[in-house]
């Protein structure tokens, strides 16, 4: 049967949210689909067997039908899929399993876990593919030099069981310290440290290949993400070839996500156009929140054709190039602007704390123009960048707290709704793992990082800026 749509909604769970994801499958259940959709559910869920300490994922696929005593739907889990459940990059299983199986003219994936710009499904609390008790996390933030990693006791599970000489010594440095009551401590940097591949995460670059790889050059028309900051640049970027348009925020979103009950309404009505779609999606995000929720009020979503993010990309290489030529000249000025904008990136509703330290990239660019004018000889750069950001935002909501603090002067936030990885010093290099490894580890792949010089751009700027 040829389907109008396949939606596909992928769930890594989150162990504090699970209440929450289940309220939101049993909307879908109470609404269900039309007979033009099929609707499949992959799940890797959290099981904590029965009297036991001990937590692990298990994937399952499940598809949503009617009953036919009931006349209600039901989720079935589906009895053909075979994967290896201890891989940890059996999504990549399902995602095979569902979009090659099923013939349809339009695909809509959600995506539902944490994010983290480059990436989807982090975690700090490890839970392995396995029987095991997660490991513990504990926010404490030290200073190493420049010889010496800095890691929390979860990494213990990061380094590579095969180097049990790294990790003994770590665990006799922790016990010989201070540190242990905290449970974190120093190592010393090592060729043969290496971590990044075995981070639990989805790596945007690993979406698309696979999603390029099932369905070859016809992209995904709508992907909807119920994970934090990934309207980054990065990640419309990498999945510009895979993916039309892009639902996803540029701060933080709750588990909640969006109103899928109205989405699958809004599935009935016959060639309804794609960007119309989006257009409602973000509308009815905007509208499923009290005004005094903060989720309302400290959440920027936006939805973004990806089409344009070549053009954009190429555009924004010229921009930095001739920043990179002057920097010597203007990197006071460069420290100025950097110190006025604020990380879109911040956790909860706590403007300071913050994590990958992204930016958004427009206010940044526009504050370059506005300040340093003299070293651009293309005096219609600006209007050129604002036709792009034009042409590839569709559909936004803006709370209103982050709003209201633009409003007040600097530093702000901006939110045009596209971010980038810029810290304001380098030491995000020690203590975090996934921007070290998403910039700066060459094991983890990534287009963006390819076809940009934005970490070029930014290690001259880290040397002169000192």
């Not at 440290?193 to 690993?206: G, P, V, Y």
């Not at 633009?406 to 921007?435: V, W």
Request: proline fraction near 3%; glycine fraction near 4%; hydrophobic fraction near 40%.
């Amino acid at each position: 049967m040829l389907y109008d749509w396949l939606v596909v909604f992928f769930v890594h769970e989150i162990l504090q949210d699970q209440i929450i994801v289940n309220d939101s499958i049993n909307n879908i259940l109470n609404k269900g689909c039309h007979d033009n959709t099929i609707f499949f559910l992959i799940r890797d869920s959290i099981i904590q067997p029965p009297g036991s300490d001990s937590m692990f994922f298990k994937l399952s696929i499940s598809m949503l039908e009617r009953n036919a005593v009931s006349g209600g739907f039901t989720f079935t889990e589906v009895n053909d899929f075979k994967f290896d459940n201890l891989n940890k990059n059996c999504w990549r299983d399902g995602f095979q399993y569902v979009f090659s199986k099923i013939k349809c003219r339009r695909r809509i994936l959600i995506t539902l876990s944490h994010g983290s710009a480059l990436g989807i499904d982090v975690d700090k609390i490890k839970i392995k593919r396995a029987q095991n008790t997660p490991l513990s996390f504990t926010d404490y933030t030290i200073e190493p030099n420049e010889n010496q990693l800095h890691l929390f006791s979860n990494d213990f599970y990061l380094i590579s069981k095969d180097d049990s000489s790294i990790l003994a010594g770590h665990r006799l440095y922790l016990e010989d310290s201070d540190l242990k009551n905290i449970e974190s401590g120093y190592i010393k940097k090592d060729s043969k440290f290496r971590h990044c591949r075995s981070l639990e995460i989805l790596w945007i670059n690993d979406l698309a290949d696979t999603l390029c790889e099932i369905l070859h050059e016809i992209p995904v028309d709508i992907v909807l993400m119920v994970n934090c900051f990934m309207q980054s640049f990065d990640a419309g970027y990498i999945l510009r070839n895979q993916v039309e348009y892009l639902i996803a925020p540029e701060a933080s979103i709750s588990s909640r996500g969006y109103d899928y009950p109205k989405l699958l309404e809004y599935l009935k009505e016959p060639g309804i156009p794609t960007e119309s779609l989006v257009e409602k999606i973000v509308l009815d995000y905007k509208n499923m929140y009290r005004p005094d929720d903060a989720n309302f009020l400290m959440t920027a979503v936006f939805g973004n054709h990806l089409k344009k993010y070549k053009e954009a990309l190429s555009l924004f290489e010229n921009f930095i190039v001739i920043l990179d030529n002057c920097m010597d000249k203007v990197i006071e000025n460069l420290v100025a602007i950097r110190n006025d904008i604020m990380y879109v990136s911040f956790i909860g509703t706590n403007f300071n704390y913050h994590y990958p330290d992204m930016i958004d990239v427009f206010l940044w660019i526009n504050l370059v123009l506005e300040r340093l004018p003299e070293i651009f000889d293309d005096k219609m750069l600006g209007n050129k960048f604002g036709e792009l950001l034009g042409q590839t935002v569709v559909a936004k909501f803006v709370g209103n707290t982050l709003a209201e603090h633009d409003k007040s002067g600097f530093p702000k936030l901006g939110f045009n709704g596209i971010s980038l990885f810029y810290p304001t010093k380098n030491d995000y290099r020690n203590l975090e793992d996934m921007p070290f490894c998403g910039y700066f580890d060459k094991k983890i792949p990534s287009a963006f990082r390819r076809d940009s010089s934005w970490t070029l751009f930014l290690n001259k700027y880290y040397s002169l800026s000192k």
